[in-house]
């Protein structure tokens, strides 16, 4: 099968819609030309309602790794307490980052597979005096959905900010920047959001903005300063740095699809397809890494069945046309990730269990091939049915 | 005129030619694909060509700016003197990226649109003892292009490190990153090596490397930290980040399209149509900015006659289907300035030209009306029979 009909359906990048590649390829236009500072304005009030947020955004050349370290380095000073909430790979990865900015952070961490326990961080909150709190909303590794709602409670209530790491869900699964009060949501351009890598998202509320204006030390980076890219982002005709002008018109057509869609009924869409992967695996006889009803929608890491190589299973996979992942750090090479996120339709789905059956079959796994497909059917067909 | 129609003719972003945003448009795959990772290993190669150098070179998402702050964020530590050779807009703005970095940045100022001194640069290095020393090779505020190959010899010879801004050169004008003995060399996509924008580009030698290895303060930065990346752009198959892969596609064929065409003949168009539009200019009687001898090859910047106002001469030129840029800083509403890198031809150039003759006689200046093209197509013709 040719490279560009396969099917990624890993955890990030996701599958771009023919409509935002060409959005992409438009010509090259000036920053400051009339018909891309409306694009620009356009996007980023489009941004604010899938973030439902009427606080700033920014949008900026970079990878989700530098969505998070402007996260933190806008902020965070140097003997700052911080509490990083970790239960996977990039959870760990936020303290490391972390630590570049503060003698004072401190890792919270939880089993990985585990959702991270809020009474657990409210423990440490009250235990200490702590700036600023970090949670991988999904942390990729595991697929493992934190509870927001009710961390963001217990943080708020502690008057901490409060920095969360939707890389894996903002565009997938609700996020309610406002009302569940984040300070600083943060993200990349390719994951739900459906676009190819290369955008650093944020968001930041008046706390956060206040935050940085009221620091002592200065902020340790010209390029990730709030202040410097506040006048552009509130008016895209004003100039800081040059945007990535056609990565900016392949996001601006996604957000437009995205609405277009609707966000209850895009959620609708990932909670379902979400559902009849579950059931497709448990049909199989595969364990999910994520723990029972803290399963993130946009994406499943499953344990391999002992026998079957993660080399050799993602080999076939690829054979049969479907990209997935295998693991991180500690579970690398115990489990496989697959991202059904973004643009992901149910015949993406069924094709890749389909795909999961048979290479597990020729790998001499023992199951009744098909009856992961019919499961996944089967709970499509209930979750399209009652809507 | 249709707005993807109109001629960028502004310094950066550049016309980007069509084979490239197909590129862009290229299915997004996994970034640790076979196909993705042999093409990131090929134009990281290729980039190597570019830049005359055999050591290391970075390019990840994020602009130009952030290029400049990685080249600091590295080998600066809090207390290194730096001097910073400023005769422009983007000099001065490099001057407030290394304050971030050390309370030891020394700014070296240069008159806008006079050459850097190489004999001053040395006078101040002899007085102090500066870990690093920074030029901007052509300021794109004024088109000035300071004299490289001296200056390197300068700043190698007290043994400082030399970081060089090719932001508005690379791939246009002939930078030797070896020869020359530029510790790191830093630019942005969307000038002379006419890809979109949205990445920050650059190389390190040996000594730059080992700057980063040998300090004390650790890097005050995740992303930029030259060692998370290293092994990337050795191996591309390897994580760190996820990298723009559409973008990295259309980076990857520009870069095949430069070597094609081939580096000796693309200078030697760069120096024709720059010394067409000289010639043109001087015809139609209008003073640039750019002091003689030292005038750089991709872009030109000119005064406006007396009685023409810089909105109204853009304006009239956009409806003539041609972007041209303002004047940055000091020399805003003085100066329009004109990029001619990248794809520019001799037709983009006489079509430039002829909206500038047509928009000035518009505004009402006085001159012969044609006779900067004619000087144009005079230059040029010269130019092509001698080659």
Redesign the interface.
């Known amino acids: 099968m040719s490279?560009?009909?396969?099917l990624?359906m890993?955890p990030?990048?996701?599958?771009?819609d023919p409509s935002v590649?060409?959005a992409?390829?438009?010509?090259?236009?000036?920053?400051v030309?009339p018909?891309f500072v409306a694009t620009f304005r356009g996007a980023l009030e489009n941004l604010k309602k899938v973030m439902k947020t009427s606080g700033d955004v920014f949008v900026?050349?970079?990878?989700?790794?530098?969505a998070?370290?402007m996260a933190v380095?806008n902020v965070v000073e140097p003997d700052d307490k911080v509490l990083v909430v970790s239960n996977g790979y990039f959870g760990d990865r936020f303290a490391?980052?972390v630590s570049?900015?503060t003698d004072g952070a401190e890792k919270l961490s939880f089993e990985w597979g585990k959702a991270a326990d809020p009474h657990k961080i409210k423990e440490k909150l009250e235990a200490g005096k702590h700036k600023a709190v970090i949670v991988v909303h999904v942390d990729t590794s595991t697929g493992v959905a934190n509870d927001i709602c009710e961390i963001a409670r217990v943080v708020k209530e502690q008057g901490a900010l409060f920095i969360l790491d939707t890389v894996c869900s903002l565009g997938g699964m609700d996020i309610r920047v406002d009302e569940w009060g984040i300070d600083i949501c943060l993200t990349?351009s390719?994951k739900a959001l459906a676009v190819?890598?290369?955008?650093?998202i944020l968001s930041a509320s008046k706390e956060a903005l206040d935050a940085r204006i009221k620091r002592k030390a200065?902020?340790?980076?010209?390029?990730m300063d709030f202040e410097n890219w506040l006048p552009v982002m509130r008016d895209p005709s004003k100039y800081?740095?040059?945007?990535?002008?056609?990565?900016i018109y392949?996001f601006a057509q996604s957000l437009e699809m995205i609405l277009n869609e609707g966000l209850e009924k895009r959620f609708a869409r990932h909670i379902a397809i979400a559902r009849a992967m579950r059931s497709a695996l448990g049909e199989i006889g595969l364990g999910i890494v994520a723990e029972e009803n803290r399963r993130a929608d946009t994406m499943t890491a499953a344990y391999y069945p002992s026998g079957v190589e993660d080399e050799a299973f993602r080999g076939s996979m690829a054979r049969h046309g479907i990209?997935v992942?295998g693991g991180l750090g500690q579970l690398r090479g115990k489990i496989f990730r697959v991202g059904h996120m973004g643009n992901v339709s149910p015949n993406d789905l069924v094709a890749t269990i389909g795909a999961i059956e048979a290479s597990l079959s020729q790998l001499g796994y023992s199951f009744e091939v098909g009856a992961g497909a019919g499961a996944a059917l089967e709970s499509l067909g209930k979750s399209y049915s009652a809507g």
Chains 1, 2 share one sequence.
């Open positions: 490279a560009e009909r396969q990624v890993i990030g990048p996701t599958n771009v590649l060409r992409l390829a438009r010509p090259t236009t000036s920053h030309s018909s900026i050349a970079g990878s989700g790794t530098l998070m370290e380095s490391d980052v570049r900015f990349g390719q190819p890598p290369g955008l650093a200065k902020v340790p980076s010209y390029y800081f740095a040059t945007p990535p002008v056609n990565m392949g990209v992942a």
